[in-house]
T-cell receptor
Framework: QQQVKQSPQSLIVQKGGISIINCAYENTAFDYFPWYQQFPGKGPALLIAIRPDVSEKKEGRFTISFNKSAKQFSLHIMDSQPGDSATYFC????????????FGAGTQVVVTP | DTGVSQNPRHKITKRGQNVTFRCDPISEHNRLYWYRQTLGQGPEFLTYFQNEAQLEKSRLLSDRFSAERPKGSFSTLEIQRTEQGDSAMYLCAASLPGSGNTIYFGEGSWLTVV
């Protein structure tokens, strides 16, 4: 059973546009929600992460929005650039399971010039 | 650079052969993780070590898989009697003491079983 569901599977956005990726989780014990960025042939790289005690976290052009009651969180990429073209994964874990993540299936983002 | 090195980066092997992957984190990394990623999917947790102790193994880690971390430094993941379903990228990740849930992945080792 997939504990973290991610959508959309892929998206195309024009340069300068906003990319939005959504994730939903089942386990209410999850309390750490990172997003990873992965380029072809490379390992995932941590982008930004949030804990459920805040509803939003922003780092540069990347923002996580978190809705605890709905058990949903999303990644917004503002002013999307061609260099942002990659696969993005959401993940979730529990505090007592450090490093043991449940990952979403990934979203392939293509930013067109 | 995440400080986590993996080799070989690519391995093609015939079904039934054994393969071994190695992960070298920097010395400060106390926790080390192995994940598996198949095409079009997110990584799946396999096992993790705290220093040299293997603390948890996923049900995905069948009897043909064995991981070790002697002396709490580098780690190896061995797959015996490989099957075509083992074809995937095997990712090693590590974390620093006190870093909580923050883990850093290596670039992965691609396995193709033919």
């Amino acid at each position: 059973q997939q504990q973290v569901k991610q959508s959309p599977q892929s998206l195309i956005v024009q340069k300068g546009g906003i990319s939005i990726i959504n994730c939903a989780y089942e386990n209410t014990a999850f309390d750490y929600f990172p997003w990873y960025q992965q380029f072809p042939g490379k390992g995932p790289a941590l982008l930004i992460a949030i804990r459920p005690d805040v509803s939003e976290k922003k780092e540069g052009r990347f923002t996580i929005s978190f809705n605890k009651s709905a058990k949903q969180f999303s990644l917004h990429i503002m002013d999307s650039q061609p260099g942002d073209s990659a696969t993005y994964f959401c993940a979730a874990s529990k505090s007592d399971s450090w490093g043991k993540f449940q990952f979403g299936a990934g979203t392939q983002v293509v930013v067109t010039p | 650079d995440t400080g986590v090195s993996q080799n070989p980066r690519h391995k093609i092997t015939k079904r039934g052969q054994n393969v071994t992957f190695r992960c070298d984190p920097i010395s400060e990394h106390n926790r080390l993780y192995w994940y598996r990623q198949t095409l079009g999917q997110g990584p799946e947790f396999l096992t993790y070590f705290q220093n040299e102790a293997q603390l948890e193994k996923s049900r995905l880690l069948s009897d043909r898989f064995s991981a070790e971390r002697p002396k709490g430094s580098f780690s190896t993941l061995e797959i015996q009697r490989t099957e075509q379903g083992d074809s995937a990228m095997y990712l090693c990740a590590a974390s620093l003491p006190g870093s909580g849930n923050t883990i850093y992945f290596g670039e992965g080792s691609w396995l193709t079983v033919v």
